[in-house]
């Protein structure tokens, strides 16, 4: 059972920072993409940012210059840096994998979530 455990979020003030970290379980055995999704109340999930196995990086135009996605592959982590946060970037943000587990196929998985609120 492939399962994700984040860390990191919590109540910030805007223009503050926070970082986000996931987990993959050991179970996994391969990685294509990790990064991390958000969904705000009544809205529905957008990208947040994504990285490769090979590195390359995607993020959404509104948090462009702004956020950074970053991974220890041998760790199966991936960290999230948030600077310069926006009342509109308060959300319940989601990690995401596309990997395969060791006895599975290749598939999406998400973690619980864990919110991210930004008083203005």
């Known amino acids: 059972q492939v399962q994700l455990e984040e860390s990191g979020g919590g109540l910030v003030q805007a223009g503050g920072s926070l970082r986000l970290s996931c987990t993959a379980s050991?179970?996994?055995?391969?990685?294509?993409?990790m990064g991390w999704y958000r969904q705000a109340p009544g809205k529905q999930r957008e990208l947040v940012a994504t990285?490769?196995?090979?590195?390359?990086?995607n993020y959404a135009e509104s948090v462009k210059g702004r956020f950074t996605l970053s991974r220890d592959g041998a760790k199966k982590t991936v960290y999230l840096q948030m600077n310069s946060l926006k009342s509109e970037d308060t959300a319940v943000y989601l990690c995401?994998?596309?990997?395969?587990?060791?006895?599975?196929?290749?598939?999406?998985?998400w973690g619980r979530g864990t919110q991210v609120t930004v008083s203005s």
């Open positions: 990285i490769t196995n090979d590195g390359t990086t």
């Open positions: 995401y994998c596309n990997g395969r587990g060791r006895l599975g196929p290749t598939l999406n998985y």
């Open positions: 050991e179970s996994i055995a391969s990685i294509n993409v």
